[in-house]
């Protein structure tokens, strides 16, 4: 594997993590809706990954030479949390129904503030890893001047 296609493997995973920390925040920002324009209390999502092969656009001359490809990540799918919701006592609640009880999400803030963290981490080691690349690629470069 090329330096240019390790930078590419560590932006895909930057990438998915992105996608995963916006989705998180969404959860926890929602984790009191009880109404949506869908009707009904705010449905809890997750990020899924998968293996993606990734090309480098700087390399993209070699790799067709040499055969070689990269595998990345990349967010598959948006699953979508579809356990019935929690239910609450709260009688005077807009959106109690006929017995008095409200439907709230199933999402748990410290649950997904610990996954928040994770993801932050995960951010950080790829901005890492992409570092050392530059660093190893400056080196080379110094070497040949």
Do not use: C, W
């Amino acid at each position: 594997m090329s330096l240019f296609s390790s930078i590419a493997v560590s932006a895909s995973g930057m990438a998915a993590e992105r996608t995963r920390a916006e989705l998180l925040v969404e959860n926890m920002a929602n984790s009191e809706t009880t109404r949506t324009p869908d009707g009904g209390p705010y449905r809890r999502k997750d990020a899924v990954f998968s293996a993606q092969q990734v090309t480098s656009p700087f390399s993209a001359v070699f790799q067709t030479e040499m055969d070689a490809t990269a595998t990345g990540v990349a967010v598959s799918d948006i699953a979508i949390d579809q356990r019935d919701p929690d239910k609450r006592y709260m009688p005077g609640h807009p959106d109690a129904d006929k017995d008095g009880y409200v439907s709230f999400p199933r999402v748990n803030p410290a649950e997904d503030m610990v996954d928040l963290v994770d993801t932050s981490r995960n951010y950080e080691a790829n901005v890492s890893a992409i570092s050392a690349v530059k660093d190893m690629i400056q080196r080379s470069i110094d070497l040949l001047s």
